[in-house]
């Protein structure tokens, strides 16, 4: 069954640095989504992406983040300059394209990457 | 006000058992989905159900199913023949599509224990 992958799987960080992470999505999904959990939390939106721009971004999304589809396959989510409260699970998203132009409504999530800022 | 609300921050079930957690929504959307994720102690978070506003019937997959009340605007998961693989945080997700937003609204998720 096909599945969305992320890597790496832990990253420990100082802050200050900038991180780059990475996901394939579902390779016949065209909408990505990335997201954040703080540890104990609920899981808070932070991108959309279709069609090599961004739909959407929620206010967690300022000038530190970035996103990028580099290639056919790859979707990253860069943080600039890693602060303390950038510790967090974060989470890629993809969903298919529904028959009205949008996404379809599940969104397939990857197994995450949990990042660490010292 | 919260968009989704889940007002069991833990539940325990013994095995075999049936378990509804609760989800409740708020919006003005006539146009919406409704979804449900597990997430296990390693992290990933996994879907298991979905239920669209103009749906009809409610959702079933397997053990799991939606009891929808439109009118009250509840989504409740129900585990049917709990087992001990089904431990785990569970979070009830909102989409809606005006403003041609697709984002997910989560709860702040419930953790179910099941108990052997």
């Known amino acids: 069954e096909p599945e969305v992958t992320q890597t790496p799987s832990h990253q420990v960080t100082q802050m200050g640095q900038e991180v780059i992470l990475r996901c394939v999505p579902i390779?016949?999904?065209?909408?990505f989504y990335w997201y954040r959990q703080i540890l104990g939390q609920k899981v808070e939106f932070l991108v959309s992406?279709?069609?090599?721009?961004?739909?959407?971004k929620s206010e967690i999304f300022d000038d530190q983040f970035s996103v990028e589809r580099p290639d056919g396959s790859n979707f990253t989510l860069k943080i600039r300059s890693t602060k303390l409260e950038d510790s967090a699970m974060y989470f890629c998203?993809?969903?298919?394209?529904?028959?009205?132009?949008?996404?379809?409504?599940?969104?397939?999530f990857g197994p995450g990457t949990r990042l660490l800022v010292l | 006000a919260q968009k989704i609300t889940q007002t069991q921050p833990g539940m325990f079930v013994q095995e075999k058992e049936a378990v509804t957690l609760d989800c409740t929504y708020d919006?003005?959307?006539?146009?919406?989905?409704l979804f449900w994720y597990k997430q296990p102690s390693s992290g990933e978070m996994i879907f298991l159900i979905y239920?669209?506003?103009?749906?009809?019937q409610n959702a079933t997959e397997g053990r799991y199913s939606l009891n929808f009340q439109k009118a009250r605007k509840s989504a409740n998961l129900v585990i049917s023949a709990s087992q001990l693989g089904d431990s785990a945080m569970y979070f009830c997700?909102?989409?809606?599509?005006?403003?041609?937003?697709?984002?997910?609204?989560f709860g702040s998720g419930t953790r179910l224990l099941v108990r052997p």
């Open positions: 390779s016949n999904h065209l909408y």
């Open positions: 998203a993809s969903s298919e394209i529904g028959l009205a132009g949008g996404p379809t409504g599940t969104q397939y």
């Open positions: 919006t003005s959307d006539p146009s919406y989905g």
């Open positions: 992406f279709y069609n090599n721009e961004i739909s959407e």
């Open positions: 997700a909102m989409r809606e599509t005006q403003d041609s937003s697709y984002k997910l609204i």
């Open positions: 239920q669209g506003s103009y749906d009809q």
